[in-house]
């Protein structure tokens, strides 16, 4: 079987401890964390990635290779506490050899002249100093898909020279739900740190594109810093529309405090005398000569 029950928390594997950098024991001291589980799965056997490589004629990164050879694919998840629900929240993970397929370029439906992702092809995009080229949805490039975002994306490894394709070849990139592509890195080595130092927080691979994170993910960024998030973009311009989080007071447990009620003026006893002196009020004209029939 490729996946085993997750570990329970606290439990010491060193090879796990590798695996994740260290970043379990960060999550499990955060405010409101729980459940912090991974899908252990056996290592990858070498026949199977030469099987992949033959079958896709494509050879794979020595860096994707020492992975698999570790674990044959990677999922750890976390939630959050809130009040007494249990909200999904990070998702880390990198598909196993047996779904680290090529993108699908056969046409939507199976008539002649259906529309194909290479239709999208804009030829007037050019690589610049800041950015490299684009990849492409026909021949020119082979992509294979890393992890599908939980449907905020895909994030892909490209093979920029198409087949046969060499090692040396690659780099990964985030294809957004638009189809528009993002550079992220230049090595899958790379790719594996920011997925770990985001703390796989919903939409973390935005904050790469022209556009970045949403309003909805901003809040969990401010809460959950990543270690390597910028948070200057969590400030200036984003703090009209962006509350203030604090931990410490968002998964506090509610304990009513009763308030006492305060107590009015005591009124004199009906056989008590009142006030006297120079601060004491005068009887009425009225009560004082009371008129007589």
Known sequence: MEETPPPPLGCNKPHLEQLTLGITRILESSPGVTEVTIREKAPAERHMISSWEQKNN????EDIKNFYLMTNGFHMTWSVKLDEHIVPLGNMAINSISKLTELNQSSVYSLPNAPTLADLEDDT????????????????SVIF?????????????????????????????FLDRALYWHFLTDTFTAY???LITHLGLPQWQYAFTGYGISPQAKQWFSLYKPITYNTDL??????????????????????KTVIPKKKGPVQPAGGQKGP??????????????PVRK
């Open 125 to 140: 995009y050019e690589a610049n100093e800041d950015q490299p080229e684009k990849p492409h949805f026909d021949s020119r």
């Open 58 to 61: 494509c050879m794979m990164p």
């Open 192 to 194: 594996y740190r920011l």
């Open 145 to 173: 898909e890393l992890d599908s975002c939980n449907g905020n994306g895909k994030v892909c490894l490209v093979y920029k020279t198409g087949k046969p394709a060499l090692a040396q070849d690659t780099e990964i990139w």
């Open 276 to 289: 006297s002196g120079p601060s004491a009020s005068k009887p009425s004209s009225s009560s004082a000569n």
């Open 234 to 255: 969590l400030t200036g311009e984003t703090d009209s529309f962006m509350n203030k989080l604090d931990p410490s007071k968002v998964f506090k447990t509610k304990n």
